[in-house]
């Protein structure tokens, strides 16, 4: 039986996980610089409190609503502030189901959506999934990242619904500046296109720039549409309590709403203990958000201190976010680099190609690795830089 041309013609692990697999067979002890599961990394999460909020009376009764529960509705609006209410929001189990919703909202087969690059390696899928396509344009840096704005502009087409800009962003950690988020929203309502913002990351400012958009929601009246994301995943580091949320404002938010409920609805896919739990559990995520930019700065200062002597390796700076992106020689390719490191070093790393850095010379490092792992990993993988 013939299946979908959505789907990728085959799902043989990449070389990097295939060796990675093969390695573990062997009973390899690798370090894994790659972690983003935060409930692997040792963080002390209130436990007992967690489960409590899990087994309120509330758990056992059925109320769909399509937009989600208003009192986790009415939490996450305050937990964001900036004017932003209850009804202004959808609720999602996850962000990438998010992204869904709002692909079929905007698209038709064959549309196209912008998303400069390098970004989240899962908008591809996302997109294609819908029967959209996911077009990179390259940002850049110096000094610090930038959109392309005069590239993005150029790259609109009349298939063109959407750009999806992610703030800070995976993994380059580049917040929005002021003006790039006037340039953006004034290009997008030019064009009639919609402004997807993913803040899942927004908490996680680490060397942020003065100019910085902390949030798509200082903007109360933007002049395009723009749906932000966030969730449960980053904002409280519990991914697998599967909270997602859309917050939608600007031109046209309450027909965006009602259509955005009406797909919710054929799904009703958020669980109702979660939904009950979410009051509780965003007053439970501010310790543990603290414990991990603990653990992200204390990472940094590690990097910069084994950096000091490898003038060949330097690393860029992290706006925001959960990585950091390490330069170093491209005498290989990145890939074959990580290959070499995995092998060599028994270091798990990603290579900026995962996340189309362009050109090689990139690898992606998580801060989010415990200490003693992470700097040990540093150890591990500097003599074959
Ligand atoms: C930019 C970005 N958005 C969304 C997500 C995932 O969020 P969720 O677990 O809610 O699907 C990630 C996960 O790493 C991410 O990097």
Redesign the pocket.
């Known amino acids: 039986m013939r299946l979908s041309s959505r789907l990728p013609p085959g799902f043989e692990p990449n070389a990097l996980t295939a060796t990675l697999a093969r390695l573990r067979v062997q009973g390899r002890e690798v370090l894994d610089l790659t972690v983003?599961n935060p409930t692997r990394c040792g963080f002390a999460y209130p436990e007992a409190e967690i489960r409590a909020a899990l087994a309120q009376p509330e758990v056992l009764a059925y109320d769909p609503d399509p937009q989600g529960s208003r009192t986790a509705r009415e939490a996450i609006a305050t937990h964001h502030g900036h004017g932003l209410r209850a009804g202004d929001l959808l609720l999602t189990a996850?962000?990438?189901e998010g992204y869904g919703l709002l692909f079929k909202l905007l698209g038709d087969p064959g549309d196209e959506v912008l998303v400069p690059s390098p970004s989240?390696p899962l908008f591809d899928w996302l997109a294609r999934l819908e029967g959209l396509s996911a077009r990179p344009v390259p940002s850049y840096f110096h000094d610090r990242w930038h959109l392309d704005l005069g590239a993005l502009e150029a790259a609109v087409s009349p298939r063109t619904r959407a750009v999806v800009v992610?703030n800070p962003n995976?993994p380059t950690g580049h917040f929005l500046s002021r003006a790039e988020w006037t340039a953006l929203t004034t290009l997008c309502a030019e064009r009639q296109l919609a402004l997807l913002v993913?803040e899942?990351?927004a908490d996680y400012a680490l060397e942020p720039a003065e100019d910085r958009l902390a949030t798509a929601l200082q903007d109360p009246e933007p002049p395009c549409p723009v749906f932000l994301f966030s969730?449960l995943?980053?904002v409280a580091a519990l991914?697998q309590l599967k909270l997602?949320w859309i917050a939608v404002r600007g031109p046209g938010a309450e027909a965006h709403l009602e259509a955005l409920a009406f797909l919710a609805d054929q799904y009703l896919s958020v669980s109702a203990p979660v939904q009950a739990a979410a009051p509780r559990l965003l007053e439970l995520a501010a310790p543990i958000r603290t414990q991990l930019l603990g653990r992200l700065g204390a990472n940094l200062a590690s990097l910069d201190v084994a950096l000091t002597g490898q003038p060949h390796l330097s690393r860029l700076p992290v706006e925001g976010g959960w990585s950091v992106l390490l330069r170093r020689p491209a005498v290989d390719a990145d890939e074959a680099c990580a290959l070499r490191l995995l092998e060599g070093a028994s270091v798990l790393v990603h290579p900026g190609s995962f996340f189309d850095l362009a050109g090689d010379g990139h690898l992606v490092l998580s801060l989010l690795t415990a200490e003693s792992g992470f700097r040990e990993g540093l150890h591990r993988i500097f003599p074959w830089l």
């Open positions: 983003s996850s962000t990438s989240y992610v995976n993913d899942v990351f969730g995943s980053k991914p997602g």
